[in-house]
């Protein structure tokens, strides 16, 4: 039975510090059959890195942004910092745990990295499947990054730097096979474009206008390609994203409605009351009584 936090927040962990007390902007843990118990990943959080989690062996199940997983044995999970996770139970863990924080991606260095589909994660997808073949070149790879983690030196940084790239370009062809099955034209590149946007913004705009204002483009044009790519109008991809955020919030807080609205950049609980309830067709508080119901 899922436990719900009495406590409103969800916490953010950062990552490792070394000894200097600096946070590391990139760490990789290998695991041989460890009990990692760590009663605080039991609960709702964030983490504020990417991570990614090689599993060689491991049995559980784990949620990210209330979808459960039955972890897979050659199987990668990835995660970005805005997601919720949360583990149900400590098991033993064989493979390994690779992280990069936000500011390791802005170094200059890094800007191919950041435009990877692994990255950027368009489908918002966690698992990413690995045939033999593919678990043997991750495997390599990783022994190779883990050597070099090892071997403090002048060239260290620059060997992690084109190993990582290796390893997140090939793990990214496997995600386009997997999720999108094609490279990306410009109209699909710029809906990439607009949806990173979004997610970097949507508490604070929510009209079509202001995210074609900082595209630089008509938000008549915006329209138009978004609809044609995805479907869907392009008004439609923010309160998908507002509806995620204020379902994660209640679902895993105890927020009330009010703090959660103004949160989410709502100016009045009724305005985003009537949002929530137009697009879901429930309102917040009978959505929360309803999901905490069916977890109980």
């Known amino acids: ?52 989690v090689f599993v060689k062996q491991n049995q559980g199940r784990h949620w990210v942004d209330m979808k459960s ?11 970005a910092p805005h997601q919720i996770l949360v583990k149900e139970a400590p098991t033993p863990f064989w493979g390994t745990y690779l992280t990069f924080t936000n500011e390791f991606l802005t170094l200059q ?16 997808g966690h698992e990413l499947l690995l045939s033999d073949a593919d678990w043997s070149f991750v495997e390599e790879m990783l022994a190779k990054l883990t050597a070099e983690y090892q071997r403090p030196g002048e060239w260290q940084h620059r060997m992690l730097t084109a190993y990582l790239t290796l390893l997140l370009t090939y793990l990214s062809r496997l995600y386009t096979e997997q999720f999108t099955g094609g490279q990306p034209s410009a109209d699909q590149l710029l809906l990439k474009t607009y949806l990173a946007r979004i997610e970097e ?26 609809k044609a790519q995805s479907g869907r109008p392009a008004s439609k991809h923010i309160h998908e994203r507002l509806v995620l955020e204020a379902r994660r919030l209640l679902f895993y807080t105890s927020l009330s409605l009010k703090e959660i609205a103004f949160d989410l950049g709502f100016a009045e609980a ?22 905490r119901e069916m977890y109980q």
């Open 201 to 226: 913004s949507f508490r604070e705009l929510h009209e079509v206008s202001a995210y074609a204002a900082l595209l630089h483009i008509s938000a008549g044009h915006l329209s138009e390609v978004v």
């Open 270 to 291: 009724s305005y985003f009351n009537r949002f929530f309830k137009r697009e879901t067709g429930a309102t917040p508080a009978e959505y929360r009584a309803a999901i």
């Open 1 to 52: 039975m899922y436990s719900f936090p009495s406590k409103p927040p969800i916490p953010i962990y950062p990552s490792e510090r070394n000894e200097a007390a600096q946070t590391k902007p990139f760490t990789i843990t290998q695991s041989e059959g460890a009990l990692v118990y760590e009663e605080d990943l039991l609960i709702p959080h964030r983490k504020a890195y990417y991570l990614l």
């Open 109 to 124: 260095q890094h800007a191919a990295l950041r435009e990877l589909p692994l990255i950027q994660n368009p489908h918002n």
């Open 69 to 79: 997983y039955e972890r897979k044995n050659r199987t990668l999970y990835f995660t």
